[in-house]
């Protein structure tokens, strides 16, 4: 990354960058930890790992973190200097209930931004790879579980159907994001109130005078960005200015 011409680097970025690259060998022991680790995100629980280099070329020993349950791996010689730390963490994951023609635009950028999406609906032909790629499908809403720093979407625009989501999900704890599709007046009647609760999105997406599913789409996924990379607060903001309220 030292040269400074397109032969080099390719970007003629000339930055005196050193890149130094670790090959590990895959064995019986760190494999099983690594599925260890991998069992640990799906239940969405960040794992911090510790690698001494201090006997290189020899095995790396390795020991992990998990944010809950009990440590493992292997214990780590005492030589400051020559650890290297990862940090390993979920993938965000978004909930829509709902198969409808706008769903497609918003589970796709949602794919792109980097979320695992899943997606729930009562008319299981809808529930098909080639028109919804990438996502993983929810055939049996009751058994569905949610994680805390979920992001969920509820847009199937039927109204009972959005009344009985709500009506299980409204207590989950720790859900990062939680919007409704529709207008505020619809959402009151939802909920069978005439506030609505603070952590609740409606109308869902900022207020950007989105039309058609891809715009909405777009709106729904900017205000769930805002929310994971600069808090409530800030989301909210956001959903002020744009809308000119």
Not at 120 to 137: G, I, K, T
Not at 180 to 186: A, E, Q, S, V, Y
């Given at each position: 990354m030292?040269?400074?011409?397109y032969l080099g680097w390719g970007k003629g970025a000339g930055c005196q960058g050193?890149?130094?690259v670790l090959f590990e060998k895959i064995t019986s022991q760190n494999k099983k930890e690594l599925n260890q680790v991998r069992s640990l995100l799906q239940q969405g629980i960040s794992v911090k790992a510790i690698k001494s280099l201090q006997e290189i070329p020899k095995p790396i020993e390795t020991i992990y973190f998990p944010e809950k349950g009990d440590v493992f791996g292997t214990l780590l010689k005492n030589n400051p200097g020559k650890e290297y730390t990862h940090y390993f963490k979920p993938k965000r994951r978004m909930i829509i209930y709902g198969a409808g023609t706008d769903v497609p635009?918003?589970?796709n950028m949602a794919v792109q931004t980097?979320?695992?999406v899943f997606v729930?609906?009562?008319?299981?032909?809808?529930?098909?790879?080639?028109?919804?790629?990438?996502?993983?499908?929810i055939t049996d809403r009751q058994s569905f579980t949610h994680l805390p720093g979920d992001v969920v979407i509820v847009m199937t625009h039927?109204?009972?159907v959005d009344q009985d989501i709500l009506r299980h999900i409204l207590h989950d704890s720790g859900l990062l994001y939680l919007g409704?599709?529709?207008?505020?007046?619809?959402t009151k009647r939802l909920l069978q109130t005439t506030v609505i609760p603070h952590h609740i999105h409606s109308p869902v997406g900022l207020s950007i005078g989105a039309e058609g599913a891809t715009e909405i789409a777009i709106s729904i996924m900017a205000e769930v960005i805002a929310r994971y990379r600069v808090g409530r607060c800030a989301s909210e903001n956001y959903r002020y200015i744009a809308g000119g309220r």
């Open positions: 030292s040269n400074e011409n050193k890149v130094h635009p918003l589970a980097g979320f695992d729930w609906d009562w008319r299981h032909a809808l529930l098909q790879p080639d028109y919804l790629p990438n996502v993983s499908f039927v109204f009972e409704i599709l529709g207008p505020r007046k619809r």
